[in-house]
């Protein structure tokens, strides 16, 4: 029996450069702009300040509607004096408590194919 000795040479150059911090900083940007832009239309519109406001933080990890009265209109509560109240009456339909859950339903999967894209991944 013979020993037979293989050099196997793999240039991972490429790869390195698919996984790059940039790379994923990229399709993050992509995905979070298009997530707000998704969200939008389910963000209650009594003056529109509320749709108005929303952006992607500095740290670019999440999405921030930051006004006095955002945390009661995304949960759909108000407590006041350790009581709370739910918020009934939306003034636009189809508006309403947590749109982030609304919009993921229908954009979930489009969410995902935007950071993939953005990211310069599958190509």
């Known amino acids: 029996m013979a020993d037979v000795g293989v050099d196997i040479k793999v240039d991972l150059s490429g790869f390195s450069n698919k996984l790059s911090p940039y790379r994923f900083r990229k399709g993050a940007d992509a995905m979070l702009n298009q997530m707000l832009m998704d969200m939008d239309r389910y963000i209650p519109k009594k003056s529109g300040a509320l749709r108005f406001i929303g952006h992607v933080n500095t740290g670019r990890s999440q999405l921030v509607w ?37 919009a993921k339903a229908k954009y979930g999967k489009k969410w995902a194919e935007v950071f993939v894209k953005g990211a310069g991944f599958g190509k």
């Open 66 to 102: 930051q006004a006095p009265y955002a945390r009661a209109q995304y949960y759909g509560k108000i407590m006041k004096k350790g009581a709370t109240y739910s918020i009934k009456n939306y003034t636009t339909p189809g508006t309403g408590p947590r749109w982030d859950l609304k």
